[in-house]
């Protein structure tokens, strides 16, 4: 493969033959496109999806311990329908390139950077910084498509520190959809609630991070209940993954205890609580004595307050949890080369159409990834 170098300026055939006999880090590295510049979606002014805006930005070096990522395609998350109308957690500056998940080609590689090189196709986590070990709310400096620029672009700039590198075996649509939904599955199902053969398994919803709930669950030899306001996408669930306890949660506002019911009394040993304080009381009603409820969802705190029934009397654990470290990526990406597994796709947007795959998600139509494809 062809390489320059981003050291000062262009390389004459002399002076190539000098940085050849350097160390690749100290030279960095370049798949010699002539290119000079790249289009990227910025989240705009604070509103609604169409204040986002397509931009043509000047393609410079990655700045050190970062590489530059020709993106291939990118996945919508819950969350980046608050951060691309600018009201998630804080504010964000009009020029943040927003997306969280995503999979691409590393094109350039500064000075330094060791963990990957030009022509490896990667992902990379939310939060670079969380390599292994616990959670620390410091991580949030760098969020990639909150914090810092994202994925909704053809050049994505990321640390090298939060990449993993993907398997030939794993699509790209598959990839798309790792470091946002998949991973927080892994971390709830795998880490806290340390899913196993025979455990029942209920997960919220037949959103993005419920369909890779499910599909971890059922891997793990689990019995998955799953509640949704659709019959039609329940009875897809049963068929496509073999869900065995179906809800509507609309036609049933007490599915707490309906789902009591049809787990023999006994309830779900693991909650993937997907949708956070709305429904936390139905949730608890619908877990078992010595229950894992693990907190994923960041839906609004109730007026009222939680009446969190049978909360001491079952023994329930409840931890909350924020997508997952590098280390249990680069385990989740090693169980879906060995398992097989493929991401439930709901839909596939051009590159240009990313206001429309926004609008897409928030009808709440999707089952499953809403996912972008650069090509
Ligand atoms: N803590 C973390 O690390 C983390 C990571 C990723 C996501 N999240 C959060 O997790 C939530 C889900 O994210 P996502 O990306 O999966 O979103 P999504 O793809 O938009 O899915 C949301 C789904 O939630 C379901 N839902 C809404 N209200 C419900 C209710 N009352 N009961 C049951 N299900 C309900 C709907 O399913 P039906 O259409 O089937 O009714 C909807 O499709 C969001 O709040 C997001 O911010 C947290």
Redesign the pocket.
């Known amino acids: 493969m062809k390489r320059r170098s981003f050291v000062k300026g262009s390389l004459t055939a002399a002076g190539a033959g000098v940085l050849g006999q350097l160390p690749r880090e100290a030279v960095g590295q370049s798949a010699g496109s002539d290119r000079q510049t790249y289009r990227a979606w910025e989240v705009g002014p604070k509103g609604p999806f169409n204040t986002m805006r397509l931009v043509d930005r000047p393609l410079t070096p990655p700045p050190g311990g970062h590489v530059q990522v020709k993106v291939a395609a990118s996945g919508i998350?819950?969350?980046d329908r608050a951060i691309t109308r600018g009201w998630f957690l804080q504010d964000k500056k009009p020029e943040r390139i927003p997306l969280s998940e995503g999979v691409g080609v590393v094109t350039a590689v500064a000075p330094g950077v060791s963990r990957v090189e030009v022509g490896d196709r990667v992902t990379s986590i939310h939060f670079p910084r969380w390599v292994s070990g616990d959670w620390t709310p410091a991580n949030y400096v760098a969020d990639v498509g909150n914090t810092v620029d994202g994925w909704l672009t053809e050049i994505a700039t990321l640390s090298q520190y939060g990449l993993v590198k993907v398997p030939a075996s794993v699509d790209d649509a598959t990839a798309a959809t790792l470091s946002?939904?998949a991973l927080?599955a892994w971390q709830a199902l795998y880490h806290v609630a340390k899913v196993k053969s025979g455990d029942t398994v209920l997960s919220?919803?037949?959103?993005?991070?419920?369909s890779w709930g499910i599909i971890l669950a059922k891997a793990a030899g689990a019995r998955v209940v799953l509640?949704?306001?659709?019959d039609e996408?329940l009875e897809m669930m049963r068929e496509k993954y073999g869900v065995d306890i179906t809800v509507n949660?609309r036609k049933t506002p007490e599915w707490g205890q309906r789902v009591t019911e049809l787990t023999g009394g006994k309830g779900a040993n693991i909650v993937l609580e997907?949708?956070?304080w709305?429904?936390l009381d139905q949730s608890l009603q619908a877990a078992s004595v010595n229950a894992t409820v693990v907190?994923?969802?960041?839906?609004p705190r109730p007026k009222k307050i939680l009446s969190m029934p049978d909360f001491y009397i079952k023994n329930v654990t409840m931890k909350?949890?924020?997508?997952g470290s590098r280390a249990m990526m680069e385990e989740l990406v090693r169980a879906i080369d060995a398992v097989g597994m493929k991401a439930l796709i709901a839909r596939e947007f051009a590159f240009e159409e990313a206001v429309a795959a926004l609008e897409f998600?928030d009808q709440?139509s999707?089952?499953g990834?809403v996912i972008i494809r650069n090509s």
């Open positions: 998350a819950g969350r946002g939904s927080t919220l919803g037949t959103g993005g991070v419920s509640t949704s306001s659709s996408k949660y997907n949708v956070g709305p429904t907190m994923i969802g960041t839906g909350a949890i924020s997508n998600m709440s999707h089952v990834k």
